[in-house]
């Protein structure tokens, strides 16, 4: 039996013996970003429409959960942000000041490791392209987090995101599973997600050591971290692509 789709404004019990998948999905430095955490933790609330999961009716089982929201978006390249923060920020103040959305922005697609290899990811992405046509809206952005660029943190993601393979599609797999339903690749966006923390909190996300001052490669991250010691600080931009897709024709 295919997944249904459930918002959480259908049925938000659904969600009430649902484990954070973010803390499944995402390393441990990824959950703390000022911007994004603010803004996420209102989703629910703001955008209840908008949030969903894939639900097994047989098994009365949550496979996955995406997160989507409405935005004002020009058409343009241009026009697409910085990133994942300003596209949170925007949609929030959009919404608060009763403004029209022209397109919808994916966040997140969260698929736990137990329910991975079902060929989910396809599945979730299509879900949010029908959100945003039901919505009357013609395309759905996405500043999407490429699945392998932890593996080249010191490769800028501009020439990373032109990587190809040799039959000429795209080096990151998951941005192939967005090519593949028809998106095409946008902008290289390289400060998108802005996350900072004492050196103290970043040894603790990433269970290394940072002894002095400096660019330092950690797990998981796609990009290098730059520790300050003098000021106890650690910072990180987490870089992302965007990717468009035509939620309708015309």
Do not use: C
Request: net charge negative; charged share 25%.
């Amino acid at each position: 039996m295919d997944p249904q789709v459930v918002r959480y404004s259908e049925r938000p019990e659904l969600w009430d013996s649902l484990s954070d998948l973010s803390e499944e999905v995402w390393p441990e430095y990824n959950l703390h970003g000022e911007t994004l955490s603010y803004y996420w933790y209102q989703l629910y609330d703001v955008f209840p429409e908008w949030q969903f999961v894939l639900y097994d009716p047989g098994d009365r089982t949550v496979l996955a959960e995406g997160h989507t929201v409405p935005l004002a978006w020009d058409g343009t390249d241009a026009g697409l942000g910085p990133g994942i923060d300003a596209t949170m920020a925007a949609a929030s103040e959009l919404r608060a000041a009763g403004g029209t959305p022209t397109a919808a922005s994916a966040l997140a697609a969260e698929i736990p490791p137990r329910h991975q290899g079902k060929r989910l990811s396809a599945v979730m992405l299509t879900a949010m392209a029908d959100l945003a046509r039901d919505a009357g809206l013609s395309h759905l952005i996405a500043p999407v987090r490429p699945s392998h660029k932890d593996r080249y943190p010191t490769i800028p993601i501009e020439r990373y995101a032109r990587w190809t393979r040799p039959d000429g599609s795209p080096f990151d797999p998951w941005v192939r599973v967005h090519t593949r339903l028809g998106a095409r690749i946008g902008p290289a966006i390289p400060r998108s997600l802005h996350i900072t923390g004492t050196v103290g909190e970043w040894e603790a996300w990433t269970r290394m050591a940072f002894p002095e001052t400096g660019d330092y490669v950690f797990p998981a991250g796609l990009a290098t971290v730059h520790i300050d010691r003098d000021r106890d600080l650690g910072e990180y931009w987490e870089p992302n692509v965007w990717i468009i897709h035509q939620a309708r024709r015309g």
